[in-house]
């Protein structure tokens, strides 16, 4: 598992460090400026237990929590942040090609013409989309209002490396994957980058700010390491 990694350079850390991936259990290697990346391999051979027993955890989590298959079209959706648990299927629908939505009985039916083709991913990751502007966005603008914390805009994406974001014209990106998250840590979530409109850092400063609209904001934070794992696999393939 360990031969394929990513190699990042950082000017801040002394030291090269080894990170295993909570969301796909890929590794990341961080080097110190200037480092020789020939004794890469020879650090990877020595900590190679490590890394296997580090990516076997890993998968098995994401297993636990999504046994489907990520090639496969998932039956069930489980969108936790709004307490919604979505059925999907292949059948007839009115148009080809298409994903027909029946929010009544919180049911997708893919067209059959999908049967075996991967259009269906796409085409799920934009009713996904579609929920989040639906959901949170909504949710976002009440905490703002809630902690008289403004905004100016915010974006719908399907980022892989983080939950949200927030520029310093205060526009605010939400990750529609936070959709398969406990509510708790979606609220989290969106205060935090709520608190970024005042404080674009992470100083004490801001965190400070943060542990005033959300005093548990630390335990979260160390919850929303391991998160990755709620989202399943299917989401993020072919991407």
């Avoid at 942040?81 to 027909?100: D, F, I, L, M």
């Amino acid at each position: 598992m360990a031969s394929d990694y990513t190699i990042r350079e950082s000017r801040r850390t002394k030291h090269v460090r080894l990170k295993v991936s909570l969301y796909d259990a890929s590794l990341v290697v961080t080097v110190p400026h200037g480092f020789d990346r020939r004794e890469i391999a020879s650090i990877l051979a020595e900590k190679r237990q490590w890394i296997e027993r580090m990516q076997k955890r890993v998968i098995e989590q994401r297993e636990e929590f999504d046994p489907e298959p990520a090639h496969s079209l998932p039956d069930q959706i489980p969108l936790r942040a709004v307490g919604e648990q979505w059925t999907a299927s292949y059948g007839p629908t009115p148009r080809r090609r298409s994903v027909e939505i029946n929010r009544q009985d919180l049911r997708l039916v893919v067209s059959e013409d999908l049967a075996g083709d991967e259009v269906w991913r796409p085409l799920l990751r934009m009713w996904l989309s579609q929920q989040a502007r639906h959901h949170l966005v909504p949710w976002l603008r009440a905490l703002s209002e809630q902690h008289d914390l403004p905004f100016e805009r915010v974006l719908i994406k399907g980022q892989c490396t983080c939950w949200s974001s927030c520029s310093r014209k205060k526009t605010i990106s939400v990750n529609y994957k936070l959709l398969f998250l406990p509510p708790g840590l979606v609220r989290y979530v969106l205060i935090h980058e709520l608190c970024h409109t005042a404080q674009l850092d992470h100083s004490p400063k801001f965190w400070k700010l943060v542990h005033a609209h959300e005093p548990r904001c630390r335990i979260l934070d160390r919850e929303l390491n391991a998160a990755w794992r709620y989202v399943p696999a299917w989401v993020d393939r072919g991407s």
